[in-house]
């Protein structure tokens, strides 16, 4: 993903373009309301911990969820 461009709208809102990966979309996160998450966990998350999450991958040779960088 890459921010081309963010511009403030007169309205406060937010002119965003993206550039993404073929394997990549958007999820839009609204502030101070609550989202189940899908089948199998169904837990009912709060936005401000959907915002923190971070991408990993599983590590077959450590047996364990690694934090990706980049």
Same mark, same amino acid.
């Given at each position: 993903?890459?921010? *081309? +461009?963010?511009?403030?709208?007169?309205?406060? =809102?937010?002119?965003?373009?993206?550039?993404?990966?073929?394997?990549?979309? *958007?999820? *839009?996160?609204?502030?101070?309301?609550? &989202? =189940?998450?899908? &089948?199998? *966990?169904?837990?009912?998350?709060?936005?401000?911990?959907?915002?923190?999450?971070?991408?990993? +991958?599983?590590? +077959?040779?450590?047996? =364990?969820?690694?934090?990706?960088?980049?």
């Amino acid at each position: 993903m890459k921010i *081309v +461009s963010d511009i403030p709208t007169k309205a406060g =809102k937010r002119k965003l373009v993206m550039l993404l990966e073929p394997n990549e979309f *958007v999820l *839009v996160i609204k502030e101070d309301r609550h &989202y =189940k998450l899908g &089948y199998p *966990v169904e837990d009912i998350m709060a936005s401000h911990i959907l915002s923190e999450a971070h991408e990993v +991958s599983w590590c +077959s040779i450590e047996q =364990k969820w690694l934090g990706n960088h980049g």
